[in-house]
């Protein structure tokens, strides 16, 4: 994909996603966590998706104690969730709320990069799972709620890890790339906005356990300095399609 950064001068309002509707998937995780609270405090009304209802509830109490949008809650085990379960779920976003203003898929898993020639098939199944499959289905069932949406963007979050030993995370990666980049040539010119993020290294669980004694762990930066690019890509401002947004710095 053709590489991009936010526009220099964007500096987001303090509603700039008031009365959007977006579905955030990962929603506990490193990502999906404080952009669920950026786009929340931003307006938005987000649906939590994760499969740790524990933590899914913890969230909710989190933002409606902030004040902002009153966000929803959809328990979802990506790994083992169906078809049926993708499709229902779309229907059920479009009975309670009739439109997606924006998807953002931050669910992730490392999976264990290894020699190809020692990789595990349970592993490699199960990273394709979450990381590709899911996305794939989700994207499918939720491409109807965001066409009824006047200005809507799906936002993949992806990865530069390449070459030895990244086995399914990096094969999951470049399939999400291309699907990003197939969704972006068929929409063109609509009101779907279809791009990726590639954040670099950030201090995440995924990064900390892909890199367990890496020096620059500790100076790292964390999510939440990535927060003005994600609102920027939910913002009715994004007039790009068919980019991997890359941080400013």
């Given amino acids: 994909m053709r590489t991009a950064h936010i526009p220099t001068e964007f500096s987001p309002a303090a509603e700039s996603l008031q009365d959007k509707i977006i579905l955030v998937t990962g929603a ?3 990502y999906g966590k404080t952009m669920s609270l950026a786009f929340a405090s931003a307006g938005a009304t987000v ?17 409606e104690a902030a004040g902002y949008p009153m966000p929803a809650i959809y ?14 779920m779309g229907e059920n976003i479009a009975k309670e709320f009739g439109r997606l203003d924006g998807l953002l898929h931050a669910a992730v898993t490392l999976g264990a990069p290894t020699p190809f020639e020692h990789s595990d098939s349970e592993t490699w199944y199960q990273v394709m799972q979450i990381n ?13 709620l965001l066409k009824q949406s006047a200005h809507a963007s799906l936002l993949f979050m992806t990865d530069d890890k390449l070459g030895a030993y990244w086995d399914a995370y ?12 197939t969704l972006a040539a068929e929409y063109e010119g609509s009101n779907l906005y279809v791009n990726a993020i590639n954040p670099g290294p950030t201090k995440t669980a995924l990064h900390i356990r892909a890199y367990p004694a890496a020096p620059s762990n500790d ?21 790009q399609s068919g980019y991997c947004f890359l941080p400013l710095i």
């Fill in 170 to 181: 990096a094969v999951s990666k470049q399939g999400i790339n291309g699907l990003a980049q």
């Fill in 47 to 63: 649906i939590l998706l994760g499969k740790n209802v524990r933590l899914l509830e913890n969230l909710y109490d989190e933002i």
């Fill in 219 to 239: 100076s790292l930066p964390i999510p939440e300095r990535h927060r003005n690019m994600f609102l920027y890509m939910m913002s009715d401002e994004l007039d």
């Fill in 75 to 88: 328990p979802l085990n990506l790994e083992g969730a169906t078809e049926k379960d993708y499709y229902e």
């Fill in 132 to 144: 590709l499959h899911g996305p794939y289905l989700l994207t499918k069932y939720c491409i109807p």
């Fill in 28 to 30: 506990t995780g490193g």
